[in-house]
Each structure stands twice: as C-alpha cells, then as structure tokens.
C-alpha cells in the first residue's frame, strides 16, 4: 500500500509558468509534510515543509498549500526557471525527531522547465 | 560547515560479494537514518540511528543488511552477498533530533551501488 501517492509522474512548463504537483496520503497521523528537490547524482534537498495546523506556506517561488480534510497537500511553483528543473518529491512523517522521524516519500515528479 | 559526506560515490559489485557504505553527518547531529533509492523512485526508509542505538531496522530488506554506528557519529551499511536487486542509490541523512522546530532531515550525495 503506497502511503503517499504523488502526480503527476513527470511535468514540462514554459518559463515563467506556474508548476503544480500534487501529493495525497492515506494515514492521518502523518504530522510533517517536506517537499525535496533532487538533481541528478545529488541526494534530495530540502525546499520547504508544512505542518498541519496551517493552509498554506510560502517561501520565495515555492507555496506548500495543504487540505487535511482531503489529506491532500501540493507544490506550487511560481516564475519557473529552467534552473528548476528538477525531480521533486514529497514526504510526510509520524512524529517529532526519533524513529517516527523517517520519512514516507512519493515516487518524484520529473520537472522541465522550457526556456 | 561541512555537510553529510557518503563514500564511495560509486561502487560496482559482482554478485555474491559484501560491500559496505559509510556515511558521515552533519557534527553533532544525533539522528541518522538510512534509505535506498531504486531507479526513478522516491527514497525509501531502512534504518534508524539514535547517536549508537539502533532503534528501527523495519525498513531492511533481508538479513543480508547490516548496518552499525559504534560511537554515534559515523555510520555503516553492510550489504552482504550482494545480488543484483540491490541495485540502487544508498542515502544518508542526518537531522538534530532535539530541535523540535523542525524535522530536516539533510541528506548526502548518495553511493550508486551497481551489482552485476
């Protein structure tokens, strides 16, 4: 059972376009919700996280925006840059730091951002 | 400061041997945790490290994975008789259990694993 579906697989947008990916997950006692950027040959990075005693968060481009009726949460890229392309993933998590810790990831969408 | 460092970057196995991965994170950091990653997935959990202790092994796929962390800094994982399934990227990450702020976990540039 896959605990955190993510779409779309893979995503091309024009520069200067909105990117929209999309997570959903199964247990509601999931407490933290990362989205992480990995290029090729790196290891994940990172790009903002949310909680879910709030709506939406926005750092810079990136806005985490989170529906926990729906148990749903997604990434919205703004002004795409061609720099942004990217694989990016979700995740969630059960509890504060220890073992509760690691990480539920989806299986990544491969973003293009076209000059 | 420095980050997680992984080595080696890249490791080719003939099947039936052992290799072991080593991991170094971040200074201080008391949380270490192992993944895989198969070709075009997401990561997936193996193992839980608090400084020493390891708490959690639910996420390793047979008895042929090891892994250790003798004085709480840096990490190990043992793959014996390596098969070809084993296949994959190796992450480490670190994160400061005790900042409850947030959960970051950072992670290292990975070690490819090829069994042939």
């Known amino acids: 059972q896959q605990q955190v579906k993510q779409s779309p697989q893979s995503l091309i947008v024009q520069k200067g376009g909105i990117s929209i990916i999309n997570c959903a997950y199964e247990n509601t006692a999931f407490d933290y919700f990362p989205w992480y950027q990995q290029f090729p040959g790196k290891g994940p990075a990172l790009l903002i996280a949310?909680?879910?005693?709030?709506s939406e968060k926005k750092e810079g481009r990136f806005t985490i925006s989170f529906n926990k009726s729906a148990k749903q949460f997604s990434l919205h890229i703004m002004d795409s840059q061609p720099g942004d392309s990217a694989t990016y993933f979700c995740?969630?998590?059960?509890?504060?730091?220890?073992?509760?810790?690691?990480?539920?990831f989806g299986k990544g969408t491969k973003l293009s951002v076209k000059p | 400061g420095a980050g997680v460092s992984q080595s080696p970057r890249y490791k080719v196995a003939k099947r039936g041997q052992d290799v072991a991965l080593r991991c170094d994170p971040i200074s201080g950091h008391v949380s270490l945790f192992w993944y895989q990653q198969a070709l075009g997935q997401g990561p997936e959990f193996l193992t839980y490290?608090?400084?020493?202790?390891?708490?959690?092994k639910s996420g390793l796929p047979s008895d042929r994975f090891f892994a250790e962390r003798p004085e709480g800094s840096v990490s190990t994982l043992k793959i014996q008789r390596t098969q070809q399934e084993d296949s994959a990227v190796y992450l480490c990450?670190?994160?400061?259990?005790?900042?409850?702020?947030?959960?970051?976990?950072?992670f290292g540039p990975g070690t490819r694993l090829t069994v042939t």
């Open positions: 990450a670190s994160s400061n259990t005790w900042d409850r702020v947030t959960y970051e976990q950072y």
């Open positions: 995740a969630a998590s059960l509890g504060y730091g220890g073992s509760q810790g690691n990480l539920i």
């Open positions: 949310i909680r879910p005693d709030v």
């Open positions: 490290f608090q400084n020493e202790a390891q708490l959690d």
